[in-house]
């Protein structure tokens, strides 16, 4: 529990710093006047003054915000400075600022990782690296870092010997596994499951794995070819949610910081992994066109360039108000995912 609330704050309180920053730093380069920069809502629970910005860190940490002057026209104590004063192209790069950041941040991620700890591959050993939620490995008690020795009987020395003597094991067949843990020898009994997707008996475990670390060209063009297919994954998941919303299996912040506690087990490095998908997610989300959204202000300002006037207090009190509706649905429909998750799965 202590793990997955560190590792949720941690998350969320990095993909809001970057996605705000975003948002922050260009409106600072346009001349625009930022009366605070906050991580997180609700109360203080730290605030300092540098300049004219007033920097808090506040104590729900499941957002941010700029409080940039002027970004409502009828009230703007910053004169030329305002946010409504600017031209559209600053405030359109204002906008699209904390996007570009949430594409950004994968990059730098996966740069680091490949550029420091290296591209894992399957180690040889027949060690566990990872064990599947709900698999007869799990419910046998095999955990990470287990090694094997043997499956009935027969003496294991690699990974690959141990899948291919659990592939050739009958579906529904018991088993007999030894494997050391702690420099102590234990065996286990399960009964391997055969899964239709993969056409194949399982037990539910992952190899090991060893890093080769890459130089730096390698590593930055690894990096943006991951994030270009990871994002071409997303769009296409989220076309298919549009064709299929009953489908759909959305998780809220509840499920967000299981999956992200979950992740911090097996290590920091897979909790960046984790940072970068989720970042690339806040990103595409905040590009759809929904009003209260970054993509949102950003068709209410291609509507002022096209009309050369931006649309009147009434039509976007409104479209605001629709807006911050359907987040408060989506928002509300996901947690109720969360909660039957983790109560009545």
């Not at 409106?27 to 910005?53: H, Q």
């Not at 063009?221 to 296409?236: C, G, Q, Y």
């Not at 949610?241 to 489908?247: E, G, L, R, T, V």
Request: one cysteine or more; hydrophobic letters at 50%; proline letters at 5%.
């Amino acid at each position: 529990m202590i793990i997955s609330i560190i590792a949720a704050v941690f998350v969320f309180g990095l993909l809001v710093l970057v996605h705000e920053f975003g948002h922050f730093i260009t409106a600072k380069l346009t001349g625009m006047r930022v009366d605070e920069f906050a991580i997180g809502f609700g109360p203080k629970l730290f605030s300092t003054k540098y300049g004219e910005t007033r920097y808090s860190l506040r104590a729900i940490p499941l957002g941010g915000f700029n409080d940039i002057a002027g970004m409502d026209p009828n009230d703007n104590p910053a004169g030329e400075r305002g946010y409504c004063e600017k031209p559209v192209f600053s405030r359109m790069i204002v906008i699209l600022a904390g996007v570009a950041m949430n594409f950004l941040m994968p990059i730098i991620l996966f740069f680091g990782i490949y550029a420091t700890v290296g591209v894992s591959k399957p180690a040889v050993d027949p060690i566990i690296g990872g064990v599947i939620s709900g698999m007869p490995a799990e419910t046998a008690g095999i955990k990470i870092g287990d090694r094997i020795l043997s499956v009935d009987g027969e003496k294991i020395t690699t990974w690959l010997e141990f899948t291919e003597k659990i592939k050739d094991t009958a579906a529904d067949t018991p088993i007999t596994i030894e494997y050391e843990r702690d420099n102590k020898i234990a065996e286990v009994s399960l009964t391997p499951k055969f899964d239709e997707k993969s056409n194949r008996v399982l037990v539910g475990v992952q190899s090991s794995a060893v890093y080769e670390p890459q130089d730096l060209s390698t590593s930055f063009t690894m990096a943006v070819e991951r994030t270009k297919n990871i994002l071409v994954f997303m769009v296409n998941a989220l076309i298919d949610i549009f064709k299929a919303p009953s489908q759909a299996e959305l998780a809220g912040p509840i499920g967000i910081a299981q999956m992200a506690g979950q992740v911090a087990e097996t290590g920091f490095v897979p909790l960046l992994n984790f940072a970068a998908l989720l970042s690339l997610n806040l990103g595409l989300l905040n590009l759809l066109p929904v009003p209260a959204l970054d993509g949102g202000h950003f068709v209410s300002l291609v509507i002022e360039a096209v009309r050369g006037k931006p649309m009147s207090s009434k039509a976007m009190m409104y479209t605001q108000r629709v807006g911050i509706a359907l987040l408060l649905a989506l928002t509300l429909y996901a947690t109720m995912n969360d909660l039957l998750r983790v109560f009545f799965k």
